[in-house]
């Protein structure tokens, strides 16, 4: 009995209490509770983990055919596949340098690129060649309105609109990094989807129990601070058996990586990866390998093979000219050659500002589209823009040559590698064409030019500047000042990469153009109208910016005018941007300046509807421009559609011509009851023009007319809102 005493005192005198009182010996009872059960939650952590670690990498080898096409996993190897969704070359190009890390950190992975579009011939195939991966990542960028791009819509559809499925994947582990911009209303909605719904394969059957510790200042906590630790409320303690290991869905390696490009993506998809090593590294190495320290990862910067021609040699160009217009399919990677047939400016010589009117022939090409499609637009980097990348590249224009993604022995240089451009052609072709001149170099392109500058200072600031030390510099130097690649090169003279690196690691390949098709193929036959604002004026530095393809379409000859007319590759992207399918169908049409194309198209096929003795219904047209005299485009063509019967309301805002601005979503307000009489009656609501600004505006003018008119809670006019967008009546075409 003296010894028991002896302990209490010797505890008493330790805890600097009695513990003869009832309180005093609740608050210790709970604080043996809290240590032990936080060393049993840790214990019971790291046993689950040793099992994950088990059960995933140990992804067992899976038997591939020898007729499947996909790669084989040699034995011993753990198959990893890096998927991608793109729409200008960044998320590929993000997959492909991740798989260049994970190759060169791990002996153990058996390492694909795969193209979401090429990975299954038929949707049917999806969910059978998933089921045999076994570690998966997903680089998946948003386009335009929270789509899905171009490559990645089949599948996306597939796997939203999918049968509802068991779990179904469990023997895969993912990652998913989207690529967004936060300025646009549905930051990285594809990722998120994915992600989502790939981690409602992660679920916990009935029996298995979860234990949640609130911390802090929480009311519920017991007691208060004693030796310096929180006490812990337990809401349910994990002592039961583990839960089965073959229930389970998919895992997920780690977090969501979102990418936003409004900043510094590349920064984004670094932070991203760095979560990646120490979980890979518990999947694809060796119990013994785990502790050792890895060596440092330095990307390899990629580099072409080129080959220099002589001058006699038939270039690429010259074998362009002389092929038939049309391809078997005609899509974004085979474009067709289309010339220009009109040409005209829609402004008035007062306005110190354009608009072109444009209009493509695809006569005798297999080229067809749909009123409310897309076209893209394949223009050229203008020659000033051409000769001083020359001049800064040290290299005549006229060099002929072509470029290789293997070397002589025909063995492949590397997967990071961009897909080549047709060659032998041109320094001034290759540079025209293929090279993204006046965008803002990335820090992968800030990364090649240093190594490849002969002076040390220049070679130390690109070092910098491409750093995770430099990013706040890199965000103010070159993205808030929106300094351009030929900027850049021209601040450092001594960087003067070869040919074979320059397009392959500085130079992004030079993207198509969208353009919301401004005509109806029921109107007019085998044309594309494009209406076009001309992007012109200076940037922070005070260069002067000129788009490339509005510049393109400024100066462009149609065939009208000359026999040496101007001509483009281009393509048809399809939209769901369409008009009902019951011409009855009310319809409100909202699009300030270029904004108004796709509705030019609408009004273009309601006309031709009409004359062919269909019934429309109502259709009112909300249009903004700044002023009567100087912006109104297509002012008689839209009021000949109103004298037609085609449109019911010519709903103008003109922003530059009374006291006070006036843009669209103040007349929706002054139409607001009629606007939500036409939506109650079953009519759609169209949206068209700037995403960061008019839309997002449109779109909060929309919600107070809900809530106006019925009357209803906030969180009952966004459910309205959020209805009308599921059923396909509030569609939004925005850039």
Not at 92 to 116: Q, S, T
Not at 282 to 306: F, G, M, N, Q
Not at 565 to 578: G, T
């Amino acid at each position: 009995m003296a010894s028991e005493l002896d302990v209490v005192n010797t505890v008493e005198s330790f805890l600097g209490v009695s513990l003869r009182s009832e309180s005093a010996v609740m608050i210790l009872t709970t604080t043996v509770a809290v240590i032990l059960g936080l060393l049993i939650f840790v214990w019971r952590r790291t046993s689950d983990r040793g099992r994950d670690v088990n059960q995933l990498v140990a992804p067992k080898a899976i038997a591939i055919p020898a007729e499947d096409d996909e790669a084989e996993a040699a034995v011993g190897k753990t198959k990893v596949t890096v998927f991608f969704g793109t729409q200008t070359g960044t998320a590929e190009g993000f997959a492909k340098a991740l798989a260049e890390e994970i190759k060169a950190r791990y002996d153990k992975a058996a390492i694909r690129v795969v193209d979401l579009d090429d990975y299954a011939v038929d949707d049917d195939q999806y969910e059978q060649k998933l089921k045999k991966e076994t570690l998966a990542f997903f680089m998946v960028a948003t386009y335009g309105d929270g789509e899905p791009t171009d490559n990645a819509a089949r599948f996306y559809k597939w796997f939203t609109e999918g049968k509802e499925r068991e779990a179904w994947l469990q023997h895969l582990t993912y990652g998913v990094f989207g690529l967004g911009n936060r300025q646009y209303e549905h930051f990285n909605k594809i990722a998120k989807v994915v992600d989502e719904l790939l981690s409602e394969q992660e679920f916990q059957p009935p029996g298995c129990s979860t234990m949640i510790l609130t911390f802090g200042n929480d009311p519920e906590v017991l007691g208060s601070s004693l030796l310096g630790i929180k006490v812990l409320q337990w809401e349910q303690m994990l002592l039961e058996p583990s839960c089965p290991n073959d229930i389970s869905g998919a895992k997920r390696l780690v977090s969501i990586g979102l990418g936003d490009d409004d900043q510094c993506i590349e920064d984004d998809f670094s932070a991203w990866r760095e979560l990646l090593w120490p979980e890979l590294d518990l999947l694809l190495r060796d119990e013994d390998d785990i502790i050792a320290v890895s060596t440092p990862y330095t990307a390899v910067i990629p580099e072409y093979r080129v080959v220099i021609h002589d001058p006699y040699v038939t270039s690429s160009e010259d074998k362009f000219l002389n092929m038939e217009n049309g391809n078997t399919s005609i899509d974004i990677h085979h474009p067709c050659r289309v010339k220009v047939a009109v040409q005209r400016e829609l402004h008035s010589l007062e306005s110190n500002r354009s608009c072109i009117h444009l209009e493509f022939d695809p006569s005798g090409t297999d080229i067809i589209y749909e009123t409310g499609d897309h076209v893209g637009v394949y223009a050229e980097n203008c020659d000033e823009s051409v000769e001083e990348a020359g001049r800064l590249l040290g290299q005549p224009l006229d060099l002929l040559f072509s470029i290789h993604a293997d070397k002589d022995d025909g063995t492949p240089l590397g997967s990071s590698l961009p897909p080549v451009f047709p060659g032998p052609c041109t320094l001034h072709t290759a540079l025209a064409r293929y090279a993204d001149l006046l965008n803002p170099p990335r820090k992968a392109a800030l990364s090649a030019l240093a190594a490849h500058a002969s002076e040390p200072g220049e070679a130390e600031r690109l070092k910098f500047l491409a750093s995770s030390q430099g990013k706040d510099e890199y965000s103010q130097w070159v993205v808030g000042c929106q300094r351009s690649l030929l900027e850049v090169m021209a601040e450092f003279p001594s960087a003067k990469p070869p040919i074979g690196v320059f397009f392959a690691a500085v130079a992004p390949r030079l993207q198509p153009r969208y353009y919301s098709i401004s005509s109806s193929p029921r109107y007019v036959f085998h044309r594309v109208h494009v209406t076009c604002a001309l992007v012109y004026g200076p940037s922070p530095t005070g260069r002067i910016h000129k788009g490339v393809c509005s510049t393109w379409m400024k100066n462009a000859v149609p065939f009208e005018k000359s026999h040496n007319s101007s001509w483009a590759p281009i393509f048809i992207r399809p939209s769901n941007f369409k008009l009902p399918v019951d011409p009855l169908t009310p319809i409100i049409m909202v699009g300030p300046g270029t904004g108004l194309a796709p509705f030019r198209g609408f009004l273009q096929e309601r006309l031709a509807l009409k004359e062919d003795g269909v019934q429309l219904g109502p259709a009112l047209l909300l249009f903004g421009c700044r002023n009567r005299r100087m912006d109104f485009i297509y002012e008689d063509e839209l009021n000949n559609f109103v004298e037609q019967g085609v449109l019911s309301e010519l709903i103008v805002a003109f922003s530059r011509e009374g006291p006070q601005k006036e843009y669209v979503q103040h007349k929706m307000i002054d139409r607001a009851s009629n606007i939500w009489n036409l939506l109650s009656q079953g009519g759609y609501l169209y949206v068209c023009g700037d995403a960061k600004g008019m839309a997002k505006d449109v779109h909060r003018t929309l919600h107070t007319i809900v809530q106006e008119q019925e009357n209803v809670e906030p969180s009952q006019v966004e459910a309205i809102v959020k209805k009308l967008q599921s059923e396909g009546r509030y569609l939004r075409d925005v850039w």
